[in-house]
């Protein structure tokens, strides 16, 4: 009876920051041609048949935050949706959040929020491969689904959903730029899946930690956020970029190496240099799956398990301190 009470209080706010999720194309069977972020989250959720069946009394409250292309996602966005964030998981009666999200980005501003949420409430990111106007959109069952996970007794920490499957902050990545399962957790496989709006967790496990600077990525302006950029190390890799990063002032540099973390000749000199000039140089690998093993680096290694653009923020909190 008292487990009935406490579901019939909770409270499920759907943050929305753009995407193709809210896009829209002159024409149903346009996939491509379209404009992302256009649909306000009202609109999504409005669209959604048996959303009602999902919550089962539990209550929905949206909040647009942005409205944006998520390639075009910035630290400011990130400050303001993770102080929302903040602020309606301090609410005794919010159960969670789901963020609607463009799929480009997503695993970026999912392990930004992973690092810096002190919650062990859910956060749910889902997304869409295809617009609002297509024939068959997918958004509003990853939204279903997202809604489903959020209200699951043991989902906890940042979380993705998309395609009925559900992925940590820290594995999830996007591996295909057009189909409609387009993000991987890579070996670690998905932490669990959505079936018919009932969710099944692969294993319950334990749940990240947030950042140890977590409050200063909230607390100082996003112009003070320490500037890092990823190198990547190819086939004719040139210090040149290197350089010309620490003479623009950046603090730290990320290098995705080739393989098992070996970096370019070219690169490895200038990366020394930014070194000894005070610049954070952090190593991580190109591959998509896998880590670097047993590698004796001349640079130090970014946490395991990262691709390059969560060691980006992981190292740009790190510099917080
Ligand atoms: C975006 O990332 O906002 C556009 C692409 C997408 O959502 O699939």
Redesign the pocket.
Known sequence: MQVLDTKKMKKVVVLGT????A?TAASANDHTGYT??QLGVQQLLDAIPGLNDVLQGDSLQCVQVAQ????DMDHATWQALAQRCAHWLAQPDVGGIVIT??????EETAWFLQQVQRTTKPVVLT???RPASALTPDGPQNLLDAVAVVLDPMARGVLAVCAGRIHNAREVQKIHPYRLD?FSSGESGPRGWVEQGRVRWADPGSWPMAHVHASQAMALSVADWPWVAVVQSHAGSDARQVQALVAAGVKGLVVAGTGNGTVHQSLLTALAQAQAEGVAVRLTTRCAEGQIVGQAAALQMAPTGLNAYKARVSLMLDLMG
């Open positions: 753009g995407g193709t999720i896009g992302a972020g944006l292309d998520s390639k999200h463009g799929t480009d980005t997503l997304c869409a491969m387009a």
